[in-house]
C-alpha cells in the first residue's frame, strides 16, 4: 500500500480528480457523438425509404 505524506497526498488527490474529470467529458463526447451518428443514420435511412417510394 502507498503511503503519502501531507502536501503531496493533496496535489496527489487533485490530479486524480482533474484527470477523472477530464475523462468524464471525453466519455460524455462519445456518448453524444455516437447517439449523433445514430440519429444522422436514421434521418438518412428514412429519407432512403421515402425516396424508393416515390420512384
Given at each position: 500500500?502507498?503511503?503519502i505524506?501531507?502536501d503531496?497526498?493533496?496535489?496527489?488527490l487533485s490530479?486524480?480528480?482533474?484527470?477523472?474529470?477530464?475523462?468524464?467529458?471525453?466519455?460524455r463526447a462519445?456518448?453524444?457523438?455516437?447517439?449523433a451518428g445514430?440519429?444522422a443514420?436514421g434521418i438518412?435511412?428514412v429519407a432512403?425509404?421515402?425516396m424508393?417510394?416515390?420512384l
Amino acid at each position: 500500500m502507498v503511503h503519502i505524506e501531507g502536501d503531496e497526498a493533496e496535489s496527489v488527490l487533485s490530479a486524480a480528480r482533474q484527470q477523472a474529470r477530464a475523462t468524464g467529458y471525453v466519455q460524455r463526447a462519445q456518448v453524444m457523438l455516437m447517439a449523433a451518428g445514430i440519429a444522422a443514420f436514421g434521418i438518412v435511412a428514412v429519407a432512403a425509404t421515402m425516396m424508393t417510394t416515390l420512384l
